[in-house]
């Protein structure tokens, strides 16, 4: 204590608080103490001390009613007693005292007038004062700022830090510094007080104390000293726990970083680029800076393995290296650590203005919006390609999941165009193709629809806009010819056909020939096909183009020809080979009874005619309509079982029977074409095992299906006849060829 001190005593009369006299010799000692100590005081002090203001000492709240405690005025005679230098340090020490009103309220009200408002940190520390401990507070410097929250119904922790402007890593820091306290700070109550003191308002928080009325329930005191960091030129130095879905353009966007830097390391760095494009959920990513938006070193590292660690070379100038330095010793660096027990982090503001960030001289200069939305319609550099094949159950949305795309983007997508629709019937194996940036946003999408056709969306300015691309197909003419010696499947494989060949091969000649009867050993076939090339490889067979078969002597021979946009198989006199009906409903099935007037019939024991041909065949095979009419019944008959009866134009009627069961879509009523299947072999009603009963009516008479006239088809007309004979001109020739070459193996064998 230097200086004059003049203690002024602010008596109520000679009543406590409580109401009791004090003894009058003790007030006439303090107002003696009050007028000699002064002048002992001035003789003490050192010449040139200061004076200080004199404090107020308020009898207003002594209490001698309770014995054994020290009472008020007991307590300012012992303080007056002190030696004068200690009174000093002890002053030095204790934040100055506020001179008490008149009307002297409660701690109690004094503290629910102060609640939700900012105060000076002495009128603060009057209002609540602090408990003596390990977590006391230091000494707070004068731009110290403290609030008081009352906590209201329905409050978190974390939802008033969200509204005080505290990001989520501070509350972290806050849970893990006293994990006592964070089990306290997790149960607040409506009522509570939360006292929140930061290095200034708006700043950085310095502690958290929760109060219930008078009570200090949990205090927290947060460090300000920061972890030095591994750079010293650094300015900032950033620890983040990588989560589940994060790529590291993500990361980079959140700390301000442009997307020119990642290029670059994914550039220069190619034999780490795999790795950094493969992160793994709870690794840890320090990226140190030395000014907003420019890194020095990027590291990464896991749980296993060795650490991957990037530096990054920038050329600057002598005034620059000057500035940095001076920055770099003036700054106090920062250390962002996400533990793994920490909440959804809230997006880190970058140390300075973005606009100043952006206007720093640097080597990678950020990429305004404007700019990266010219880049990306002249073509964004391709950070990155992820290629998916599609799954069963699988949708465009969950794709898009899978890589961190919002729902939003998947309607972006599906609406660039009317090509954009076929991304919603994606099927299982078909393969997606994304591109991202360097900011992890999509690019542009490729559905691989197949080796010749895909769909691409591609990413101009702010939308997306779909198209389809096909590659150029080159088509060239070849040639198989055989001998059938068994079977059309097993010498068509030995000749070089494919199986869909042989099948079409059947189906042309479907109408002239039964190849489940008619076929024997010596019958030949020749054919010419169409083979499709991409890019100089084969990609698969084309159409046939020209075929003859010879069966039991007699050559038939069938041409492709297309004329107002339809395609079908004529002989060389320009009459279609499609007839009304094709011979057989069931592809190279076995006859197991024929067309006959008399038959021992095995269920009813007794001698029956058969008016229709029996084709055997496992259950389930389809059946096709052989002509094209209208369902008139379908349903159940006796020993038919399930049958459908189709009739077509004139006088013509088809049977169907012993069906194990219908296609769904065929009713009464229905059209039906040829060649559509109507259902599936079975063995219900009157049969003995799986077969198709199959039965050929003319004017409702059953005649045999294997020898019945089918009617013809009718020809080209005369001026489609003409472009007709040009085109197969060439195919003839080639038929020609296959046949007199074969003539000379024969001739020479």
């Known amino acids: 204590m230097t200086g004059h001190q003049n203690f002024h005593v602010q008596s109520v009369g000679s009543a406590t608080s409580k109401g009791t006299r004090l003894p009058l010799s003790i007030l006439l000692f303090v107002l003696l103490l009050t007028r000699a100590l002064p002048v002992m005081a001035q003789k003490a002090a050192p010449a040139g001390a200061s004076q200080s203001p004199a404090p107020v000492i308020d009898l207003a709240d002594t209490d001698d009613s309770h014995p054994g405690t020290e009472s008020r005025a007991a307590r300012?005679?012992?303080?007056?007693?002190?030696?004068?230098?200690?009174?000093?340090?002890?002053?030095?020490?204790?934040?100055?005292?506020?001179?008490?009103?008149?009307?002297?309220?409660?701690?109690?009200?004094?503290?629910?007038?102060?609640?939700?408002?900012?105060?000076?940190?002495?009128?603060?520390?009057?209002?609540?004062?602090?408990?003596?401990?390990?977590?006391?507070?230091?000494a707070l410097t004068p731009k110290t700022k403290r609030t008081n929250y009352v906590v209201q119904r329905g409050d978190t922790l974390a939802g008033i830090f969200k509204r005080q402007g505290l990001p989520a890593r501070?509350?972290?820091?806050?849970?893990?510094?006293?994990?006592?306290?964070?089990?306290?700070?997790?149960?607040?109550?409506?009522?509570?007080?939360?006292?929140?003191?930061?290095?200034?308002?708006?700043?950085?928080?310095?502690?958290?104390?929760?109060?219930?009325?008078?009570?200090?329930?949990?205090?927290?005191?947060?460090?300000?000293?920061?972890?030095?960091?591994?750079n010293p030129t650094a300015l900032r130095t950033v620890r983040h726990r990588i989560k589940r879905g994060e790529t590291l353009s993500r990361i980079f966007k959140r700390y301000g970083l442009s997307a020119r830097t990642l290029q670059l390391i994914l550039h220069r760095h190619p034999d780490k680029a795999r790795r950094l494009s493969r992160l793994r959920p709870g690794q840890y990513l320090q990226l140190e800076l030395d000014r907003p938006a420019r890194l020095l070193a990027l590291r990464l590292e896991g749980k296993r393995g060795t650490p991957l660690t990037i530096r990054m070379e920038h050329h600057s100038t002598d005034r620059e290296a000057a500035t940095l330095a001076t920055r770099a010793?003036?700054?106090?660096?920062?250390?962002?650590?996400?533990?793994?027990?920490?909440?959804?982090?809230?997006?880190?503001?970058?140390?300075?203005?973005?606009?100043?960030?952006?206007?720093?001289?640097?080597?990678?200069?950020?990429?305004?919006?404007?700019?990266?939305?010219?880049?990306?319609?002249?073509?964004?550099?391709?950070?990155?390609?992820?290629?998916?094949?599609?799954?069963?159950?699988?949708?465009?949305?969950?794709?898009?999941?899978?890589?961190?795309?919002?729902?939003?983007?998947?309607?972006?997508?599906?609406?660039?165009?009317?090509?954009?629709?076929?991304?919603?019937?994606?099927?299982?194996?078909?393969?997606?193709?994304?591109?991202?940036?360097?900011?992890?946003?999509?690019?542009?999408?490729?559905?691989?629809?197949?080796?010749?056709?895909?769909?691409?969306?591609?990413?101009?300015g702010e939308s997306y806009r779909a198209s389809v691309k096909k590659k150029t197909i080159e088509r060239r003419l070849a040639t198989v010819e055989g001998i059938i010696h068994s079977s059309l499947f097993a010498d068509g494989h030995q000749a070089g056909l494919t199986d869909g060949q042989v099948m079409e091969l059947a189906e042309i000649f479907g109408w002239d020939i039964d190849f489940a009867l008619e076929i024997q050993p010596g019958d030949q076939f020749r054919v010419v096909y169409e083979e499709l090339f991409v890019d100089g490889e084969k990609y698969r067979n084309g159409p046939i183009l020209a075929a003859e078969f010879v069966n039991?002597?007699?050559?038939?021979?069938?041409?492709?020809?297309?004329?107002?946009?339809?395609?079908?198989?004529?002989?060389?006199?320009?009459?279609?080979?499609?007839?009304?009906?094709?011979?057989?409903?069931?592809?190279?099935?076995?006859?197991?009874?024929?067309?006959?007037?008399?038959?021992w019939h095995p269920i009813l024991k007794k001698w029956k005619s058969h008016k229709?041909?029996?084709?055997?065949?496992?259950?389930?095979?389809?059946?096709?309509?052989?002509?094209?009419?209208?369902?008139?019944?379908?349903?159940?008959?006796?020993?038919?079982?399930?049958?459908?009866?189709?009739q077509h134009s004139g006088k013509y009627r088809t049977v169907y029977a012993h069906m194990s069961k219908f296609r769904s879509s065929v009713r009464k009523g229905t059209r039906v074409r040829q060649g559509q299947v109507i259902g599936y072999v079975g063995s219900s009603g009157w049969a003995t095992g799986p077969h198709l009963h199959y039965e050929f009516r003319v004017n409702n008479v059953q005649r045999n299906p294997l020898t019945v006239k089918l009617p013809h088809s009718l020809p080209l007309p005369k001026r489609q006849f003409a472009a007709f004979k040009r085109q197969t001109a060439p195919l003839m020739r080639q038929l020609a060829a296959l046949r007199a070459r074969h003539m000379v193996a024969s001739s020479s064998d």
């Open 76 to 138: 300012i005679v012992r303080q007056l007693s002190l030696p004068a230098a200690k009174r000093a340090q002890r002053a030095a020490l204790q934040p100055p005292s506020l001179p008490a009103p008149q009307d002297q309220r409660s701690h109690g009200a004094m503290e629910n007038a102060s609640q939700n408002r900012t105060e000076s940190p002495s009128a603060a520390l009057a209002a609540h004062p602090e408990p003596a401990g390990p977590h006391a507070p230091d």
């Open 170 to 230: 501070t509350l972290q820091r806050v849970l893990d510094a006293d994990r006592g306290a964070a089990r306290t700070f997790a149960h607040i109550r409506p009522g509570q007080v939360l006292v929140i003191e930061r290095d200034h308002p708006g700043g950085a928080l310095l502690g958290l104390t929760l109060k219930q009325g008078d009570r200090s329930l949990a205090r927290v005191v947060l460090p300000t000293e920061a972890r030095t960091t591994t």
């Open 329 to 460: 010793a003036a700054a106090t660096p920062e250390t962002n650590e996400t533990p793994a027990a920490a909440t959804k982090p809230a997006p880190i503001e970058p140390l300075e203005d973005p606009t100043a960030a952006a206007q720093a001289t640097a080597d990678e200069p950020v990429v305004s919006d404007e700019k990266a939305t010219a880049v990306a319609d002249e073509g964004t550099p391709v950070a990155r390609v992820e290629t998916h094949r599609i799954k069963s159950g699988e949708t465009l949305a969950s794709i898009f999941n899978q890589y961190g795309l919002t729902p939003g983007k998947v309607y972006q997508v599906l609406h660039a165009g009317k090509a954009a629709k076929d991304l919603s019937l994606i099927r299982p194996g078909q393969q997606l193709e994304l591109a991202f940036d360097a900011d992890g946003e999509l690019i542009s999408l490729t559905l691989v629809k197949s080796p010749v056709e895909k769909l691409v969306v591609v990413r101009q």
């Open 552 to 599: 039991r002597g007699k050559t038939y021979q069938a041409f492709r020809f297309e004329h107002d946009g339809q395609i079908g198989y004529y002989d060389a006199k320009g009459r279609s080979k499609r007839r009304a009906f094709i011979r057989t409903p069931i592809r190279f099935a076995r006859i197991s009874s024929r067309f006959q007037p008399r038959r």
């Open 612 to 646: 229709g041909v029996d084709y055997a065949a496992p259950r389930g095979t389809p059946i096709k309509v052989t002509g094209d009419g209208r369902v008139v019944f379908r349903g159940w008959k006796r020993g038919y079982g399930r049958v459908v009866i189709v």
